[in-house]
């Protein structure tokens, strides 16, 4: 074999108005973790798309156990070794996860699919990497955490050589971090090779051997990761020193109360109860807690998106009905959901489209949309927060998940919200699109907004957060001030009801 199971070498690749790949190098050897990173936008995706046969190279070499190979399918990925855990996951929400495992490789007896078979297998692999799961469950059912631990069982289950893993543990705690790592090594072991893409650098430095660093397309260099420090690959990723992590708060949050929520429960029995708290004005209350303590399914349900059984919701002193999605526009409230693919971007829709859709009817004129309207608003917005794109007539999906974050924003700022409630808002975009993003969470208190923020990563709830609200299973667990607030503290109110 040699000394590398995988030479990409000078690879380029196109796409109408960017070049996303530039003379690009990546050498992996047998058995080894190898970490890929660069800002969102770098071309790490794009590069490991081409490996994996979903875009065709333009110019270069991919060598693979010492062949020369010309890439032109997943499916011939797959047949040569090759496999994928995509950062974004798309399950068949309404089928089973067996069926999802073995789409396009059902196992027959005689002319009928072998259901029986399928699910045992299916069961086999989960045990083997000690997933809890019923094959027999709707995907759709699962958290994101169970989703990305399907993917990578169904990865490993294609007795691949290369595992590529591209944002592996962006919906995984910190537990079930550790739960991936050692199935990383038990990989490793085997022989299988993993190229890691993540821009959790304390992760990188804790599991990878190898690190390459990408920027703007082109390659930068590869080093052993017991060289570098978490300072060296940030300087690398973007080309400049980052001293801080997070913005100067230069504001002292008000005291007036400019939305309360009082006793409200879920109307699904598992869920949230009793959930009480305030935002007051030029705020940013944080909301802090483990994978099933019901976060996301409080705000979606505060925003009009799930049912409550009781409860009420008051705004600058008034009591408010929030039934739907435009009930919570009309009074003022915005959200940016979790799962930026599934539920908020518009992949084949144009950046135009994306940023002016929850505000469409600002734009009519006659009775008829008017285009330059709709062009001078999105153009506007786009520039005040450097969304970075080609032009606004560019594919969405075609943006990095940072710059597609930011569309997001820009939607809903267009909507003219007094109250944002961000849902993971940095979650799978680099360093230095984070930084980008907390900027404008500051600029937007600058000028009176309140904001609500669920994250997962400590450092950016108590980096951002004036308040934190935790929560555990469904229950408040406590309120801490920011300057009484540590990592400590919060975990201990995180696991409050798991004790």
């Not at 699910?119 to 994101?144: A, M, R, W, Y």
């Not at 050692?182 to 890691?196: A, D, F, N, P, T």
């Not at 520039?383 to 794109?389: A, G, N």
């Amino acid at each position: 074999m040699g000394e590398y199971v995988l030479e990409m070498n000078h690879i380029s690749k196109s796409f109408p108005g960017v070049k996303a790949l530039d003379d690009v190098n990546l050498k992996v050897r047998p058995g080894s973790v190898h970490a890929l990173v660069g800002e969102n936008g770098a071309g790490k995706s794009t590069l490991m798309k081409c490996l994996f046969g979903i875009y065709h190279k333009d110019a270069g070499d991919i060598i693979l156990e010492g062949q020369n190979t010309d890439i032109l399918s997943t499916k011939q990925a797959l047949s040569l070794g090759i496999s994928m855990i995509h950062q974004e996951l798309h399950p068949i929400r309404f089928r089973p996860v067996w069926e999802s495992f073995w789409l396009g490789r059902f196992i027959k007896n005689g002319i009928m699919v072998d259901k029986k078979t399928m699910v045992e297998k299916t069961k086999q692999i989960f045990d083997e990497i000690e997933l809890n799961v019923n094959p027999e469950t709707l995907s759709g059912d699962l958290s994101p955490s169970n989703l990305q631990l399907v993917e990578i069982a169904k990865a490993i289950s294609y007795n691949a050589k290369i595992i590529i893993m591209d944002e592996p543990t962006s919906s995984l705690t910190n537990n079930e971090t550790e739960h991936l790592f050692k199935i990383i090594r038990k990989l490793q072991k085997k022989g299988c090779s993993v190229i890691y893409i993540s821009h959790k650098m304390e992760e990188l430095l804790q599991i990878c051997d190898q690190v390459t660093i990408m920027r703007d397309g082109k390659y930068i260099g590869s080093w052993p990761a017991s060289e570098m420090t978490t300072e060296e690959i940030i300087n690398k990723m973007v080309g400049r020193e980052l001293t801080d992590r997070f913005p100067h708060k230069d504001y002292t949050p008000g005291t007036e109360t400019v939305f309360q929520v009082k006793d409200l429960c879920s109307a699904v029995p598992r869920s949230f109860q009793h959930i009480s708290f305030e935002l007051h004005k030029g705020e940013i209350l944080g909301i802090g807690g483990l994978v099933g303590a019901q976060r996301t399914e409080l705000v979606e349900s505060i925003f009009g998106l799930r049912e409550v059984s009781s409860g009420e919701i008051w705004k600058n002193g008034k009591q408010i009905e929030i039934h739907c999605s435009d009930d919570a526009k009309r009074n003022g409230l915005a959200l940016l959901t979790e799962e930026r693919r599934a539920s908020g971007v518009f992949g084949h829709l144009s950046v135009l489209d994306n940023t002016v859709i929850a505000s469409q009817k600002r734009y009519v004129k006659n009775g008829m949309l008017s285009e330059p309207l709709r062009i001078k608003s999105a153009d506007h917005i786009s520039k005040e927060l450097r969304v970075k794109t080609p032009s606004l007539s560019t594919e969405m999906e075609n943006l990095s998940g940072g710059n597609q974050q930011k569309v997001l924003l820009a939607r809903w700022l267009l909507t003219e919200p007094d109250i944002l409630i961000l849902d993971e808002p940095t979650r799978g975009i680099d360093v230095g699109a984070k930084y980008e993003i907390y900027t404008i969470m500051l600029r937007l208190i600058h000028r009176g907004k309140s904001i609500i923020m669920i994250s997962s990563e400590m450092p950016e709830l108590l980096g951002m957060s004036d308040r934190i609200m935790v929560m555990c299973e469904g229950h408040l667990t406590g309120i801490l001030d920011s300057s009484e607030a540590d990592q400590v503290s919060i975990m201990r109110l995180a696991t409050k009801y798991m004790e």
